[in-house]
Antibody, heavy 117, light 106 residues
């Protein structure tokens, strides 16, 4: 069955780089797009960017200068890397599969990342 | 970017009650509107896509409607397992979400 699972650090130091891996199963990264979404504590969901099935990427302009998304199709993994972390980057980070009409049909459980000074 | 405004931000309802949540886009989104349920355990589930299409596995008491800029999610008879926060989302890049509606039991 379709599954997505995020793995990454619980804690990252201020100004350092965050790296999170989304490992997928039950579908191919060359067939489906995968998105990254985050949710700061007490706030709403924020789309960060996407890895297209053809290998291209799309980014929210709010992050474009410090966000990078890549993949390893042989390992069914999508990677998020974001640098220059600030305390307001403390959030739960999710990966999700793109479905029809712009919807995201499967989501990972998310990984909670705290940026500490 | 398309701004999504969801109302109410919180809602208290009784079991069996009919519940409606609204979502307004800052421009016409041509029915590219999805609804998600986020539970306290952190899990996120797609309920409705393309305004009114029920995602397989989602209970049939959930329905969606709307067009243009205005959309709504209705739960025809609230059940205890529906206690969650609900989000609308428009389906054009950059994807944007409503602020959420926290549904609680009265």
């Amino acid at each position: 069955q379709v599954q997505l699972k995020e793995t990454g650090p619980d804690l990252v130091q201020l100004t350092q780089t965050l790296s999170i891996t989304c490992t997928v199963s039950g579908f191919s990264l060359t067939t489906y797009n995968v998105h990254w979404v985050r949710q700061p504590p007490g706030k709403g969901l924020e789309w960060m960017g996407a890895m297209w099935n053809g290998g291209g990427t799309d980014y929210n302009s709010a992050f474009k200068s410090r966000l990078s998304i890549s993949r390893d199709t042989s390992k069914s993994q999508v990677f998020l890397k974001m640098n220059s972390l600030q305390t307001d980057d403390t959030a739960k980070y999710f990966c999700a599969r793109h479905w029809k009409f712009g919807a995201f049909d499967y989501w990972g459980q998310g990984v909670m990342v705290t940026v500490s000074s | 970017d398309i701004k999504m405004t969801q109302s109410p931000s919180s809602l208290s309802a009784s079991l069996g009650e009919r519940v409606t949540i609204s979502c307004r886009a800052s421009e016409n989104i041509n029915n590219y509107l999805s609804w998600y349920q986020k539970k306290e355990d952190g899990s996120v589930k797609l309920l409705i896509y393309h305004t009114s299409r029920l995602q397989p596995g989602a209970p049939s008491r959930f329905s969606g409607s709307g067009s243009g800029k205005d959309y709504s999610l209705t739960i025809s008879g609230l059940e205890s397992e529906d206690i969650a926060t609900y989000y609308c989302q428009q389906g054009y890049t950059p994807w944007t979400f409503g602020g959420g509606t926290k549904l609680e039991l009265k």
